[in-house]
């Protein structure tokens, strides 16, 4: 059973949303456009987009650290001033500039302003910086641009304290964490321990919500007879097991798994591709 649209899937009464990595609904879509963004919060989609710091106050709606593979920019994003970012358009898949502007934070707060939000809708905002780049004048234009907006957004990372900082002058905001960084994948594959590996995080970002996984760690835990969404689960945390780039045939025996232990959401990259791909088989 479905929400049509790569919204979520419904399986033995238990509903997993396929999000909108990098706020993709459909293979091939430009990343972080306002169209789709916009589209998501509309029809109840989890959607997430990426934040970077630039040289000006705030944050950029971006992945990279550069410029060149993305947007019709050059050089590193942290160079770049706000002026320069506004005279920029996205690219797509194959390299070509479109008619899709850069966003900045305050870009996307005033998108959700002023579009309509269904109540089950939410934004993640993956923050790719440390909390040592921020500055106080980003928390500032962060909390300014999210503050009207919070109960719609959550605020991710994998550095605990820099999601910390900036949730902390948002407090009506969720947060999520990602424990999966700095080799933490490799040492866990060879200790496995798993069940440190959900102490520490939880002791890591105690007020996460959604923690974010790395799908194949997931799926190494389980094949260990280990249930690393169980564990979370227990201690009152929602799982989201990230990334599924293809809606492929050879990727259903992963995702059948992922439902099967009761992920809560699944990030990919074709969400209506990937559901097409499931409804064959559910």
Known sequence: ??????IAIEREGHRTWLKWHRGHRFAGDISFTRRRIAEGMLLGASVEID???????????????????????????????????RGLQLRDQAGLPTDHPVMLIGDLGQLLLAGECHENAVLQLDLKEESTSIRDVDITAFTSAMSPVARSVILSGGDARAVERLSRAVPDM?????????????????????????????????RAKMIYLDHELVLFADAAGYDLIGA??????????????????????KILRLLALKADQITTDDPVGLEALLLKHL
């Open 1 to 6: 059973m479905s929400d049509r649209g790569g």
């Open 51 to 85: 934040l970077v710091r630039f040289r000006g106050e705030g944050f950029a709606v971006l992945h990279d650290e550069s410029l060149d593979r993305a947007t019709t920019g050059t050089g590193r994003v942290l160079d770049a001033s706000e002026e320069y970012l």
């Open 174 to 206: 969720l947060v999520g964490y990602d424990p999966c960084y700095d080799g933490a994948i490799e040492r866990l594959m060879e200790s496995r321990d798993f069940g440190g590996f959900v102490e520490t995080a939880l002791a890591a970002s105690p």
């Open 232 to 253: 979370f689960h227990r201690i009152g945390r929602r799982v989201d097991a990230y990334t599924i780039t293809a809606a492929v045939p050879e990727v259903l025996p």
